[in-house]
């Protein structure tokens, strides 16, 4: 019972999100060489790097470049890849739609990311709380977390995982503990 109450309200809160999003969310041409272009700019960055933290705030470029948005800066500046959790949660612009680990929350990022719509997944059990981008695609069934997971890019720092483009969410990490989606209004 307690789960078909749950489950209800996620699908309310799907459709009160979506009316207020398709509203005001801002209209997005996504293209596969645009997630590419940034990988290969983040390459860049790595390899000119003189240390570790001189790529630490293209995550939060990565976000605003794809999906055309440019709320994730503070003085004119993006803010680092451990920073972005805690701005989104203070932000108007970004509400926290759910848990990586609800088949439906899955379901919507994929179609909102489809849509043009910023989508980001962050893993709140990490230290250093890292977010990914959820890009255009098709989700994929996930043998380790059981569900079918969306299109993913992430920009992990230079002593992180691998970074990459054009994979699904479970390859960024191994379980969907902690993980939250969060979506731009």
């Keep these: 019972m307690k789960k078909n109450i749950q489950n209800a309200l996620i699908i309310l809160s799907t459709l009160a999100f979506v009316g207020c999003a398709g509203e005001t969310a801002p209209a997005v041409s996504i293209d596969k060489e645009s997630i590419e272009h940034l990988l290969e700019e983040y390459e860049e960055c790595q390899s000119e790097a003189e240390n570790a933290m001189d790529c630490k705030s293209f995550t939060a470029k990565a ?59 962050i893993n709140t059990n990490d230290a250093h709380q890292l977010a990914v981008l959820i890009v255009a695609g098709e ?5 380790k ?10 920009f992990f720092p230079k002593n992180g995982p691998e970074s990459f483009i054009d994979k ?7 379980s969907p503990d902690g993980v939250e989606i969060w979506v731009r209004n």
């Design 63 to 121: 976000i605003s470049k794809y999906f055309g948005v440019e709320d994730l800066m503070v003085g004119g500046q993006y803010i680092p890849y451990d920073g972005i959790r805690d701005f989104v949660s203070e932000s108007s612009a970004w509400t926290n739609y759910g848990d990586a680990d609800n088949q439906v929350i899955l379901d919507k990022a994929q179609q909102f990311a489809n849509d043009g719509i910023p989508v980001i997944a």
């Design 145 to 154: 977390w059981g569900v079918k997971v969306p299109s993913c890019a992430a």
């Design 139 to 143: 989700k994929s069934t996930s043998s």
């Design 168 to 174: 699904t969410l479970n390859y960024a990490w191994s």
